[in-house]
């Protein structure tokens, strides 16, 4: 991926949320077969993940490490106390998308696997292409890698989330003894409104 002119950390990412998990990333289209190997690699991504215990073992350390700098840290631990004041009440409540310190530790191959083969499946991904190249050429790309991707016989069943908003202003103060500087966060909850496809 390098010597085709992508490079890691800025143009090859993700994050996941409550909801999602995203993965970007980005080539150079002048730069010969970038393109070529950008959407394959989108593609073994997306169907092909390896999983291999050994792997599995070599990256808790990693995000392990991931959490105490983004979680237990003094920005991540007002930040964790934040969140839980928004979700208070709703289907994601005590759900951290990182998951807490004993879940990552214990995390194995045959759990990863059985999650990637539940959740990783056309029925519950898009992809999106943006590119200075002909439409027709996107179209055809995306339709080499992806349209022979096939769903597991089981249905994919979403949890129905149905969040009510409180009317109630809801205020707390958040403090940690390292952190170093002051913030005031005035949030205004909206409804969810059907977005489409």
């Known amino acids: 991926l390098q010597r085709l002119g992508i490079s890691f950390g800025a143009d090859v990412n993700a994050y996941t949320s409550y909801d999602e998990t995203v993965y970007l990333l980005g080539a150079a289209t002048f730069s010969p077969g970038a393109t070529d190997t950008a959407f394959d690699v989108l593609a073994e991504w997306s169907a092909n993940a390896t999983i291999a215990p ?67 499946r056309p029925d519950n991904m898009a992809v999106v292409v943006v590119g200075d190249l002909s439409l ?20 994919l069943v979403h949890p129905d989330v149905d969040i009510a908003l409180d009317p109630d202003p809801v205020v707390d103060v958040v403090t940690h003894p390292e952190a170093g500087a002051d913030n005031l966060s005035f949030d205004i909850p909206l409804p969810v409104w059907d977005t489409g496809t």
């Open 136 to 155: 027709d050429e996107l179209e055809r790309e995306v339709t080499a890698r992806f349209a022979e991707l096939t769903n597991p016989d089981s249905p």
């Open 54 to 120: 050994d792997q599995v073992a070599a990256e808790i350390g990693v995000v392990r490490d991931e959490l105490r700098q983004g979680r237990e840290s003094a920005s991540g631990s007002i930040q964790t106390s934040i969140e839980q004041i928004y979700t208070e009440g709703t289907p994601y409540e005590d759900r951290i998308v990182i998951g807490d310190a004993g879940l990552v530790e214990a995390m194995d191959a045959a759990t990863l696997r059985a999650y990637y083969e539940n959740w990783y």
